[in-house]
């Protein structure tokens, strides 16, 4: 049983995450920001996974002088999870020395690809924001569910507004 790999792929409802989880995911993403190889931005991420089971995977970010080779904290977690057998996430802490933690956009499509759970951002006071990954990327893209919606996959709090007929004209 558990979060371990199954014939579905897709995303189970976590059970509620409590406040012990989150200050052991929160310390262990505090760690692994130690461990980052960022050389060029010197800005130092580590990430902790918790899976629906309990199990944690860790991770930092690797930077490359090809900046988009770099491989970020959070999808080094999630890899390592995947690659272990696990897909179901009860939550992850993302954690900073300086600034204000937040995954980038292409983490955010990483995160969401395994469902909506809490997320973590571990200030470098120690401070955190509770927040999802629902929420950090309202709208997300799912392919198992694109083709499947009549829908727009937009938030309902989206307005779209008619071009106007200068931008019209452009071919």
């Given at each position: 049983?558990?979060?371990?790999?199954?014939?579905?792929?897709?995303?189970?409802?976590?059970?509620?995450?409590?406040?012990?989880?989150?200050?052991?995911?929160?310390?262990?993403?505090?760690?692994?920001?130690?461990?980052?190889?960022?050389?060029?931005?010197?800005?130092?991420?580590?990430?902790?996974?918790?899976?629906?089971?309990?199990?944690?995977?860790?991770?930092?970010?690797?930077?490359?002088?090809?900046?988009?080779?770099?491989?970020?904290?959070?999808?080094?977690?999630?890899?390592?999870?995947?690659?272990?057998?696990?897909?179901?996430?009860?939550?992850?802490?993302?954690?900073?020395?300086?600034?204000?933690?937040?995954?980038?956009?292409?983490?955010?499509?990483?995160?969401?690809?395994?469902?909506?759970?809490?997320?973590?951002?571990?200030?470098?006071?120690?401070?955190?924001?509770?927040?999802?990954?629902?929420?950090?990327?309202?709208?997300?893209?799912?392919?198992?569910?694109?083709?499947?919606?009549?829908?727009?996959?937009?938030?309902?709090?989206?307005?779209?507004?008619?071009?106007?007929?200068?931008?019209?004209?452009?071919p």
């Open positions: 049983p558990g979060s371990k790999m199954s014939d579905s792929n897709t995303p189970t409802a976590s059970a509620a995450l409590t406040g012990a989880e989150m200050r052991e995911i929160a310390s262990r993403a505090d760690e692994m920001r130690k461990m980052a190889y960022a050389p060029y931005s010197k800005f130092d991420v580590g990430a902790c996974l918790l899976t629906d089971d309990g199990r944690t995977f860790t991770g930092c970010n690797v930077e490359n002088s090809s900046f988009g080779l770099t491989v970020c904290a959070e999808r080094t977690a999630v890899c390592k999870a995947v690659s272990e057998g696990y897909r179901h996430f009860k939550a992850i802490a993302v954690a900073t020395r300086d600034g204000k933690p937040s995954p980038c956009g292409a983490c955010r499509q990483f995160l969401v690809e395994f469902g909506d759970f809490p997320v973590v951002l571990v200030q470098g006071d120690g401070s955190y924001i509770l927040t999802s990954t629902g929420d950090l990327l309202p709208g997300s893209f799912r392919f198992d569910t694109a083709l499947q919606n009549t829908e727009p996959a937009h938030p309902s709090h989206v307005q779209f507004v008619p071009l106007s007929p200068a931008l019209q004209a452009i």
